[in-house]
């Protein structure tokens, strides 16, 4: 019987959790993607503490107009500006198993914009 679009997607973030990991130094970047929002945050996984998080449902971004895309790379400068304030500069980038395509890119290109390397 064949795996479901979750089973899959499950399987593949099993997958890359086992090669990236967040540490004080360099944190890790987690993002989720649902069909209407989209949620991000840095998390160090040796402590297990979320350093700064950020989403689609944050108040001066659900306001904001544009494609799914475009909210997608307001989050990633918002998460961006957070983590700079927080401290952390360089990040490890986990997808979640869903592809480096479209939004979690999008997402990823904002993070970029607001100075955090990855």
Do not use: C, W
């Amino acid at each position: 019987m064949a795996l479901t679009k979750n089973q899959r997607r499950l399987r593949i973030k099993n997958r890359i959790r086992k090669v990236v990991s967040g540490t004080e130094a360099r944190p890790r970047l987690a993002v989720f993607r649902s069909n209407k929002e989209i949620y991000a945050q840095i998390i160090d996984d040796v402590t297990g503490n979320t350093i700064s998080a950020a989403s689609s449902r944050d108040k001066d971004i659900s306001s904001a107009k544009g494609t799914k895309s475009d909210i997608a790379t307001l989050v990633g400068k918002s998460l961006g500006e957070k983590a700079l304030k927080a401290g952390v500069e360089t990040i490890a980038f986990d997808r979640g198993g869903y592809q480096y395509h479209g939004r979690v890119k999008s997402l990823a290109e904002g993070a970029r914009e607001a100075g955090l390397k990855f």
